[in-house]
């Protein structure tokens, strides 16, 4: 028996949030705690490089998976990654420290409580992405609202109760039909395990309804338009590290599902609603891009350009082709590490003014240089320039899509212009111009801390923006191999 | 000769209510030493009870009115171990008013012998007599704050309203009995054929009182204000031990007599399922008063439990007693909660009293915050695994509607114990509660936070030995 090594990556932040809770809470800046939290974390980050390292790349079979027996005859305890699984694990252990980082200001109350809150979120959602039985996937999924609800609703703003039941309750009611499908799965085929299913595959006459009620909980968590009206009030309302969690991991928990259960349990059905998500999806870019354009506040005008970025992911993924898929999951590694480092930049802001609209800014470039040429950096990064992460995966999902659906494809590719628009505009009005605002004088740059994190994400921006092969040779082959299981199916039935 | 050791755990719970009346009668200041004989006395029949679980299939007694089985050891554990939680708990709270008495353990066991013999009942005159024992009891706890308004207001309403399902139930056992010539479960359920329409009003009839005893809508009126104002622990038993009787009778009477009748019945079932379901989420959701909205709640939580019974199938009647095993455990731990909202000898009923619970007493609202995720049933708590497998159970019967209603109702649920969640740890906190609780309910409360939070753990065990249930 190896090493259980995935079980360890979802345990140890749990005993590291035991650890905390037994250990007595200061007021302030309760520097043990944190420092308890970032050791836990960053360990739990090298655990996953090392299993980055042994991933074997050549094979799309599930590795690392361990299989026990939970419920007698009923449920396993199974986990396991593939190609498409194992990136999300790494950009989760990746951010996670970031955030315990980040929370030096914006958390003045209840700093150890936070933590544990992070950390029980964090061995959720490395969970949810390694699950490899539909019921257990299900409970990382759902478990993670708790956690998320309490760091809004706790350390939220002024509006952090709505918020937080907005989301709290979106998810689930878009989550209980998933819960239906999936009970229904096992009554149908007697299994919930997915490498099973896989294999049994699921009778066509089921797979319509079945993949309309997975369809409700990933369009909510995603999020598709018309439902994505719980994101941006979240996004806004939540403290920093709460919406750089949000925006960078809990986002991609849908769009992998997708890929992982809509794509590889129900074939036929993915392929009948292609012109469901096609039409969503591109609603979503425009219309969100427009939205975002209009926008007063920096935190909102970022949600909705999640939202467009999320659009552009559901499109490339049901887009069905080679470039169309890995483009996806290249666009969402990128969006976690943009959209994480554009919330860390608004809050870097945010904790010195206690502003975040727009127009309290003005001329920041002559005030505070570094800061702006990071928060430079992760605009364009986020319009998508060739040479950063974001670049790649939208040329990708472009390229499929213009394989797919020639109509679809160009206009979204007025998305990639109007993403440009509201970006270079969000960026021009907050950082050029005249210095009108006399408080903003005062600013100080980056402290080291806040330096630190921002050039740690932004070093995979410009990395994988030159040299995306690391991340396109570990999808590759789960991709192939997704794509021609999918056409065998198809053509068989 | 009929082997009276079978019903040992009756014999001796009867002698022991005779012992401890005598005993209050002739000592002076005797509340406390009732008090822990009478714990004593559960102790010694669960021993007995199971110690019975493991030797006994199924037995019947004076001529087969009286069974004994699997399902009548389980639940009468569940009874016991209600009962012994609920008494050890009171203490204070009956001091801090000045009503302890010997009545109240008295009682207290009386309605439990009542519902030992409904639970065992096979024949409709002893279930009625079961009944009524346990009603009686239950009349009398309800008033026991008896200086105050709103605790006779409680135990008159109570009675008043049960008693007239018991006249419905009564009628309806008539109209059974009438069309089968017998009071006896078994030969009611061989003479029975479903072509005799009057036999539906019987059916309905009983279904009625039954619904009644354990508050499903539309029978469900009384259970706010008789909750609210009763003495707070025994709400607390009126919302564990009586429904687990109730249940236990509900499934005897559907899956033993009535059998051949489903088509009569499961559309009732349904139908009482889903508006309990409904009607428990949407109507807890504007109450101020914790007591009143637990009351609608456990409204919504006999509704899932009655839509694994309306599955007629052996795991839908599994999952039934999963669900209120560990909507017992629910209960006790929000309870325990309650009963620690105490300043000054004066205990607090009111959400708003929950106020900024978190910053004065981070531990407690913690407890809180896993006992109501679970109501809510948010995985991995317990409360989820209980509606999973009735939904497991349900959707086996690809009964769609039914699954879809009770989870979107879950939904709606949720909103109102997220209000109480964010009350504690949103809000502005109030002054600090006393803290010098007695041992047996911080003992309750930790027991059945950690059961509730690491149920997951090992989900198996419980299965197990509920699946040793199989009445059809």
Known sequence: MNFPILSSLILLPIIGALFLFFTKDKEGN????KYVALFTTVVNFLISIYLWISFDQSTSSFQFVEDRTWIEGFINYKV??????????????????????????????????????????????????CALD?????????????????????????????????FFLYTLLGSVLMLVAIISIYWITGTTDVVQLYEIGIDVKYQNLLWLAFFSSFAVKTPMWPVHTWLPDAHVEAPTAGSVLLAAILLKMAGYGFIRFSLGLFPVASEVFTPLIYTLSVIAIIFTSLIALMQE?????????????????????????????????????????????LFLTVGVVYDRMHSRLISTYGGLVSVIPKYSILFMLFALASLGLPGTSGFIGEFLILMGAFKDNFLVAVIASIGVILGAAYMLWLYKRVVFGKLINEDLKKMLDLNRSEYFILSCLAVPILFFGFYPDPLINTIEVSVTDLINTHNTNIASK | ?????????????????????????????????????????????????????????????????????????????????????VLVISSTYLKTFKIYNIEYPVLILSSILGMMVMISSNDLIVFYMGLELQSLALYVLATYNRDQLKSSEAGLKYFVLSALSSGLLLYGCSLVYGFSGSTNFDIISNQLNSNEYVLTFGIVFILVGLAFKISAVPFHMWAPDVYEGSPTTVTLFFTMVPKIAALTVFIRFLYVPFLNLIDQWQMIIIFLSIASMVFGAVAAIGQTNIKRLIAYSSIGHIGYTLAGLATASNEGIQSSIIYISIYVVMNLALFSCLLMLRRKDQYYEDIEDLSGLSKNHPLLSLCMLVILFSLAGIPPLAGFFAKFYIFKAVLEQSMFFLAIVGLLSTV????????????IYFDKEKDKYDTDHSLWLKFSLTVSTILILLYFIFPSQLIEVVSRINII
Not at chain 1, 149 to 162: E, N, P, Q, S, T
Not at chain 2, 412 to 423: D, E, G, Q
Request: aromatic letters at 12%; a neutral charge; glycine letters at 6%.
């Open chain 1, 134 to 166: 539909l019921v257990v996937f299900y409970l990382f999924f759902e478990a993670g609202l708790i956690p998320m609800f309490l760091i809004i609703g706790i350390w939220g703003g002024a509006r952090r109760v709505y918020s937080a039941f907005k």
């Open chain 2, 1 to 85: 000769m009929e082997n009276l050791n079978l019903i040992l755990p009756e014999i001796f719970i009867s002698l022991s209510i005779m012992f401890l009346l005598i005993l209050g009668v002739f000592k002076n200041d005797s509340s406390k030493i009732t008090f822990n004989l009478s714990l004593f006395a559960i102790l010694i029949t669960t021993t007995i009870t199971i110690n019975e679980t493991f030797s006994v299939t199924r037995e019947t007694l004076f001529n087969e009115s009286v069974v004994i089985d699997t399902m009548s050891s389980l639940m009468k554990i569940l009874t016991l171990i209600g009962g012994f939680l």
């Open chain 1, 30 to 33: 309760n520097l043990t705690a």
């Open chain 2, 412 to 423: 709606v649920a949720a909103f109102y114990y997220l209000r109480i969640i964010k009350i």
């Open chain 1, 80 to 129: 396991g990654v593939d190609g498409i699984s194992i990136l999300f694990i790494i950009l989760t252990t990746f951010i996670t420290p970031l955030c315990i980082i980040s929370v030096n200001n914006s958390v003045k109350n209840r700093l150890r409580d936070f933590l544990i809150a992070i950390l029980i979120m964090e061995s959720f959602m490395i969970g949810v992405f």
């Open chain 1, 297 to 341: 506040d920096m935190k909102k005008l970022i949600a909705y350009s999640s939202v467009a970025h999320m659009g552009f992911v559901t499109l490339g993924i049901f887009t069905l082709q080679q470039q169309g898929i890995e483009g996806s999951i290249i666009q969402m590694i990128s969006h976690g590490l943009v959209s994480a480092a």
